[in-house]
């Protein structure tokens, strides 16, 4: 039976507090309450820079026990470097974060639109130095990546492939890993404000869950994050995906307005 771990992308947004974050919740609040709603988060913060053990370390404390972050490679690695070169880097990226112990998830490598399997040589040269005592998940936006030859490659290093809900790439399972990682995107900058869904995606998420069910049985743990611009207001539609998976074991109800459909 596999264990799902899911949450949005990101948890620290001002316009959640009202229709998320009860109203009054401080900053310095937002993650203790998000970790009695959901159990596990993807950090994007780590994607501008390597975080500092400190920050790392009120993360940990702040969670639950079982709680799970999942952290996206800084864009120095795959951005400008385009993995080449990186190794250096992404060892004090992982090393960075050893104050989460045990709550640390699969750590997110998103490669850039224009990154296409041209880079596969480089890719593998990436993988095969990677630290093994982490799992890895990688995200392609080119579509040139869908084809055996990088299912095959991911395999080899028992690597994930991203599941992306995102326009104009496959909404499809490429099971590489003992574990299937997905992400539910949307057009970046749909909308300018956050406080609630804009747009009923509950027939899309079913689809998701029936494309998913034959998997479950053969992996260890399904991770699952949702952004802001994937239906308007990340939160709720967790939450909706939640009690259609029939996770209920939620602590909290969002306090106010969840959608306006």
């Given at each position: 039976m596999s264990?799902?771990f899911?949450?949005?992308?990101?948890f620290?947004?001002k316009?959640?507090?009202?229709?998320?974050?009860?109203?009054?919740?401080?900053?310095?609040?937002?993650?203790?309450?998000?970790?009695?709603v959901?159990?596990?988060?993807?950090?994007?913060?780590?994607?501008?820079s390597?975080?500092?053990?400190?920050?790392?370390?009120?993360?940990?404390?702040?969670?639950p026990?079982?709680?799970?972050?999942c952290l996206?490679?800084?864009?120095?690695?795959?951005h400008?470097?385009?993995?080449?070169?990186a190794h250096?880097?992404m060892?004090?990226?992982?090393?960075?974060?050893?104050?989460?112990?045990r709550k640390?998830?699969?750590i997110?490598?998103?490669?850039p639109?224009?990154?296409s399997?041209?880079?596969i040589?480089?890719?593998?040269?990436?993988?095969?130095?990677?630290p093994?005592?982490?799992n890895y998940?990688?995200?392609?936006?080119?579509?040139s990546?869908?084809?055996?030859?990088t299912?095959?490659l991911?395999?080899h290093?028992?690597v994930?492939?991203v599941?992306l809900?995102y326009?104009n790439?496959?909404?499809?399972?490429?099971?590489t890993?003992?574990?299937?990682?997905?992400?539910?995107i949307?057009?970046?900058?749909?909308y300018?404000?956050?406080?609630?869904e804009?747009?009923?995606?509950?027939?899309q998420?079913r689809?998701?869950?029936?494309?998913?069910?034959?998997?479950?049985?053969?992996?260890?743990?399904?991770?699952?994050?949702f952004?802001n611009?994937y239906?308007?207001?990340?939160?709720?539609?967790?939450k909706?995906?939640m009690?259609l998976?029939?996770?209920?074991?939620i602590?909290?109800?969002m306090p106010?307005q969840?959608?306006?459909?």
């Amino acid at each position: 039976m596999s264990l799902w771990f899911l949450g949005t992308i990101g948890f620290s947004y001002k316009d959640w507090v009202g229709s998320f974050y009860p109203i009054g919740t401080a900053q310095r609040g937002y993650l203790s309450y998000y970790s009695k709603v959901f159990n596990s988060v993807e950090l994007d913060t780590t994607f501008h820079s390597i975080p500092q053990v400190k920050t790392v370390q009120t993360w940990s404390t702040t969670t639950p026990t079982e709680f799970m972050f999942c952290l996206k490679t800084p864009r120095t690695i795959t951005h400008d470097l385009g993995l080449k070169g990186a190794h250096g880097l992404m060892n004090e990226f992982i090393e960075s974060l050893l104050p989460l112990q045990r709550k640390t998830g699969p750590i997110l490598i998103q490669l850039p639109p224009s990154y296409s399997q041209e880079n596969i040589s480089v890719l593998d040269e990436f993988l095969e130095i990677l630290p093994l005592s982490h799992n890895y998940a990688i995200e392609f936006r080119h579509p040139s990546w869908y084809n055996q030859k990088t299912t095959k490659l991911l395999t080899h290093y028992r690597v994930a492939w991203v599941s992306l809900d995102y326009p104009n790439l496959p909404k499809q399972i490429n099971l590489t890993a003992d574990f299937l990682y997905l992400r539910w995107i949307g057009i970046n900058g749909m909308y300018h404000h956050h406080t609630h869904e804009r747009v009923d995606k509950t027939n899309q998420l079913r689809v998701w869950i029936h494309t998913l069910n034959p998997y479950l049985e053969q992996i260890k743990a399904v991770y699952g994050y949702f952004n802001n611009d994937y239906a308007g207001f990340a939160a709720g539609t967790c939450k909706r995906f939640m009690q259609l998976t029939g996770m209920n074991n939620i602590e909290h109800n969002m306090p106010y307005q969840e959608r306006l459909f």
